[in-house]
């Protein structure tokens, strides 16, 4: 495991985080065995940065931590977690908040507290609920380290807010396909260049990277004779930036943790040649004509009062363009199902507002449908 260090602070941190929203499951539910032995694989492996929030798994992500941290874990590590701007109702909420927290994960302090997903309009309400004035107060009692806040808002917003608090580190989606979305590299570059370290979130796009590449892609990475798989390609990329110092990966199998650690063990700074860069840039732009929805399947809109499946309906829509694969319609169908289907919308909106990336989720349901619903084939048993 390689580290890096936080710029203003000099502590050091494994290029790897642990992001704790996409554990494996059994039965609807995180599957505690496997998850704890996973994440301890991980930290027994050198990873030390593990990165929650309250929201993440319906709540139950805090509380399980809180279990899997147990036996020594939790002081190998540096605890992150958020505050959910909406989730707090009214100013004294705040604190009620994070004392949940501390109960749940059992622990006396955070390391790393973030005020999560800003935009425009969550910035604006935590400002009228003195939020900078309660991160004083938890820096000063001791009950958090280093306070931050991770990003989903337009590049404006990042600025007004870096500029509003002397921040130790921000949060930001980074990966190729984005280099020019929300904070972007614009961000990254405005923060670094105030030694405000940044936290790359979503390097693999919500695993849109991870799975296998449509095939223009596979010949664009095999035209550079490197044997780096996709993944390889997407980490390493991230990790070329000095200005990150670790990168939140929510790795659900044993795979993907085997595979992310051996990458991490080895990822540099700076060293991606002229021709690897156009290479990444050809693969970027490949993406970006096949890809529909820009959802990362965060699942922050669930659930739906109509029990549509929103990330499922845009992840087959999106993997019916990647592969150009009719055997798409036949797992939407069976996956998702006449309950969760896209034309289930009836746009009543209370998605649209919870969505980080502004996706216009009933409009670009309709296209789904379109798609997807209106074949013929649909109602055949
Ligand atoms: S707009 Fe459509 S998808 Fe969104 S919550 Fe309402 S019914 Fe569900
Ligand atoms: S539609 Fe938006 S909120 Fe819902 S899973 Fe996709 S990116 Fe997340």
Redesign the pocket.
């Known amino acids: 495991m390689k580290f890096r260090k936080i710029k203003k602070t000099g502590e050091e941190v494994s290029i790897l985080g642990f992001g704790c929203m996409r554990f494996p499951q059994k039965d609807g539910q995180i599957d505690e065995v496997k998850s704890t032995k996973q994440l301890r694989y991980a930290i027994d492996n050198g990873l030390n940065y593990v990165d929650t929030a309250k929201i993440y798994h319906g709540g139950k992500s805090e509380p399980f931590l809180g279990r899997a941290l147990k036996d020594g874990y939790r002081e190998k590590i540096k605890l992150a977690t958020k505050i959910s701007p909406w989730l707090v109702k009214e100013k004294e909420g705040m604190q009620k908040h994070f004392d949940e927290q501390l109960k749940d994960l059992q622990t006396d302090y955070v390391d790393y507290y973030l005020v999560h997903a800003l935009n425009r309009s969550s910035w604006d309400k935590m400002k009228s609920f003195d939020i900078l004035e309660f991160l004083d107060k938890l820096l000063t009692e001791g009950k958090i380290k280093y306070a931050g806040f991770s990003f989903h808002g337009n590049i404006e917003v990042f600025k007004e807010i870096i500029d509003s608090y002397d921040w130790t580190f921000c949060q930001i989606q980074f990966n190729f396909l984005d280099e020019k979305y929300q904070a972007g590299l614009e961000g990254y570059h405005y923060a670094i260049e105030r030694d405000i370290s940044v936290i790359a979130m979503e390097p693999l796009r919500?695993g849109k990277l991870a799975v296998e590449p449509p095939k223009k892609v596979k010949e664009l990475y095999k035209n550079t004779g490197s044997e780096w798989t996709s993944v390889e390609w997407a980490l390493r990329w991230v990790w070329n930036f000095p200005g990150i110092v670790t990168l939140l990966s929510g790795m659900t199998e044993d795979e993907h943790i085997e595979e992310n650690l051996r990458i991490a063990s080895s990822a540099e700074i700076d060293v991606f040649s002229e021709e690897q860069l156009n290479t990444v840039k050809k693969v970027a732009d490949t993406y970006k004509d096949l890809l529909q929805?820009?959802?990362?399947?965060?699942?922050?809109?669930?659930p739906c009062p109509y029990d549509v499946s929103?990330?499922g309906c845009?992840e087959h829509f999106n993997s019916k363009f990647l592969y150009d694969d009719d055997k798409y319609y036949k797992s939407y169908k069976s996956f998702i199902g006449d309950r969760g289907k896209a034309s289930n919308c009836v746009e009543c909106g209370v998605?649209v507002p919870?969505?980080?990336?502004?996706?216009n989720?009933p409009e670009?349901l309709k296209r789904v449908a379109a798609e997807f619903d209106v074949r013929p084939d649909w109602d055949q048993k």
Not at 293 to 302: A, H, Q, S
Not at 354 to 359: D, L
């Open positions: 919500g929805v820009g959802c990362t399947g965060c699942m922050y809109c669930l929103i990330p845009f998605c919870k969505c980080p990336h502004g996706i989720i670009e």
